[in-house]
C-alpha cells in the first residue's frame, strides 16, 4: 500500500499559479500510474491529469495546456504545476496512485490509493 501527502495548496488569484506536490511512501511513484483528482463543494471528484512508469500523461480538457503533471523518482514525488488559474479551478485537489505502473488513473475505478488533499482557492 502506497501512503500520499499532498502539499503547496493556498490561495491565489485568477491568473496566477501554483505547483502541489505528492510525497509518496510504501511504492515507488515510478511503479505506478499516479494521478490528481479534484472536488469542488456539491460535486463529484473528477480526474485532472495522469502520468505513468513511460510518462505518457494525459489531461481533463478543462485544464489543457495550462497544467502539468511530472515526476521526480529520486524524492519518490509527483507535481502538478497549475498555470493560468481560474476560479473553476477551486477545489480540494487529491494525489491518486493506480493499481499498476502502465494505466492512467483517469477516473475514480481505476485508483488504488488516495492522498488527503490539499486546497485550492483562486479568486477573481
Known amino acids: 500500500q502506497v501512503q500520499l501527502v499532498e502539499s503547496g495548496g493556498g490561495l491565489v488569484q485568477a491568473g496566477g499559479s501554483l505547483r502541489l506536490s505528492c510525497a509518496a511512501s510504501?511504492?515507488?511513484?515510478?511503479?505506478?500510474?499516479m494521478a490528481w483528482f479534484r472536488q469542488a463543494p456539491g460535486k463529484e471528484r473528477e480526474y485532472v491529469a495522469a502520468?505513468?512508469?513511460?510518462?505518457?500523461?494525459a489531461y481533463a480538457d478543462s485544464v489543457k495546456g495550462r497544467f502539468t503533471i511530472s515526476r521526480d523518482n529520486a524524492k519518490n514525488t509527483i507535481y502538478l504545476q497549475m498555470d493560468s488559474l481560474k476560479p473553476e479551478d477551486t477545489a480540494v485537489y487529491y494525489c491518486?496512485?493506480?493499481?499498476?505502473?502502465?494505466?492512467?488513473?483517469?477516473?475514480?475505478?481505476?485508483?488504488?490509493?488516495w492522498g488527503q488533499g490539499t486546497q485550492v482557492t483562486v479568486s477573481s
Open positions: 502520468i505513468n512508469w513511460s510518462d505518457a500523461r
Open positions: 491518486a496512485a493506480g493499481y499498476n505502473s502502465y494505466l492512467l488513473p483517469v477516473n475514480t475505478r481505476s485508483v488504488a490509493s
Open positions: 510504501g511504492r515507488s511513484v515510478s511503479s505506478l500510474g
